[in-house]
């Protein structure tokens, strides 16, 4: 777009006096605004609202219906109503004067004109009509944060609530637990006490994360996180995701393959990538249950590489993929096998793929699985000539 001082100001002239225009004409043509002419009132209402000056130059005295009036009637008028209307007229009277701003104009000059004043107050009040604009459009900007960031600190508030309670209640029954243990320690049997440290032991596992997770996306929101993208391979680091996770996927039964078969590179934090699929693949063995099968994917596209991690769990629905990644819901899903969420990890992925300039979305089928489709720019430079960072 091109800035306002590049643009000509459109200037509209309206008089009846033939002699009189041609004269003003080519004085205002020699400072290289653009011209509209009108001879009438009716006219002059016409050609502003198709032509939209950015100020009238408006001659008082015209058969039929006058400057003034002309005037009156454009202030009505919503697309006029804000341009500057300066009246030439050769009235000198204070009360014709006062008359003219009533009417709504800004400035006079009367007649017969000196060029060199009628410039002199064009030129001043374009000016002040361009900073008028650039105050309106900064007046709506700051509205336009000011109600995203209300919006926000909403769903923030929410967000800190959510995760208030998701502490305060794994913690009420650790607590709980525990005194049972020191209390009544006599009255349980070997199993039971078991059964109660499990519970601690996992139940504090699942706040460790939950913590970690919490920490994480805080440090990111306020710019704490060292951010280093290079040229990296994703290739390794979907293999070295699929050793991680070897032996839950066996003790759940589930099948974990990588089909990419050569080098994919992108420009992207190799920590930041690496969270991120060891998340979603975490996310994918919670929720596909025996004998179902997770696949690792990266390829290039036209315009775009991009990683996919596919289930075939219990999928989503469409309530719920439309809330997956909002701060102010939280998801509560268990897994197949019981197991817990710790919350946030979705809203950490989603800003680290951001991050490195990538997007994700999710597509899901209840009962037959769900696809998590990262996004990442092709890097402008010549992949084989790279430095790879070593996975």
């Known amino acids: 777009m091109l800035s306002q001082e590049l643009v000509k100001p459109v200037i509209l002239v309206v008089d009846d006096n033939p002699m009189n225009l041609q004269v003003l004409l080519e004085s205002l043509k ?19 609202e198709y032509g939209k000056p950015d100020l009238i130059l408006l001659d008082v005295m015209m058969p039929g ?15 006029l109503k804000d341009t500057p209307v300066i009246f030439m007229t050769a009235l000198t009277e204070i009360s014709d004067k006062v008359k003219g701003f009533q009417a709504g104009g800004v400035d006079y000059v009367t007649k017969p004109l000196h060029h060199e004043e009628v410039l002199a107050r ?5 000016t002040m009509r361009r900073l008028q ?29 959510i995760i ?57 929101q306020r710019g704490l996180i060292e951010f280093a993208p290079r040229p990296l391979d994703v290739r390794p680091l979907l293999e070295q995701n699929v050793k991680l996770f070897a032996a839950t996927a066996a003790q759940k039964q589930i099948a974990i393959r990588q089909t990419a078969t050569e080098p994919i590179l992108i420009y992207a934090d190799r920590p930041m990538i690496d969270a991120v699929i060891r998340n979603l693949l975490s996310n994918a063995l919670k929720f596909t249950a025996a004998h179902g099968s997770i696949t690792l994917s990266a390829a290039q596209q036209d315009d775009a590489i991009e990683v996919a991690i596919a289930d075939t769990g219990i999928g989503m629905s469409a309530e719920t993929l439309a809330r997956l990644f909002r701060l102010d819901v939280r998801y509560d899903q268990p897994g197949t096998a019981g197991e ?40 402008c430079g010549d992949h084989e000539s790279m430095a ?3 996975a």
Request: with cysteine.
């Open 30 to 48: 020699q400072t290289g605004f653009k011209i509209l002419v009108a001879r009438s009132g009716e006219s002059a209402i016409q050609q502003a």
């Open 65 to 79: 219906m006058d400057g003034f009036e002309t005037c009156r009637r454009m202030k009505t008028r919503e697309a």
């Open 122 to 126: 064009v030129r001043t009040h374009l």
């Open 133 to 161: 604009q650039q105050l309106q459009e900064q007046h709506l900007l700051l509205q336009e944060k000011h109600a995203q960031l209300q919006a926000l600190n909403a769903s923030k508030d929410k967000f800190f609530s």
């Open 164 to 220: 208030s309670h998701d502490l305060r209640s794994p913690l009420s029954a650790v607590i709980t637990g525990l005194r049972m243990l020191t209390d009544s320690k006599n009255e349980l049997s070997d199993s039971e006490q078991h059964e109660i440290i499990c519970d601690a032991r996992d139940t504090t596992e699942r706040l460790y994360a939950l913590l970690e997770n919490l920490l994480t996306w805080s440090r990111l």
């Open 340 to 379: 817990k969420g710790t919350g946030l990890g979705l809203n950490v992925c989603k800003e680290f793929i951001e991050k490195n300039g990538g997007s994700i979305s999710v597509e899901s089928v209840p009962g037959a699985g769900t696809t998590f489709r990262m996004r990442f720019p092709k890097h």
């Open 388 to 390: 790879v960072i070593p």
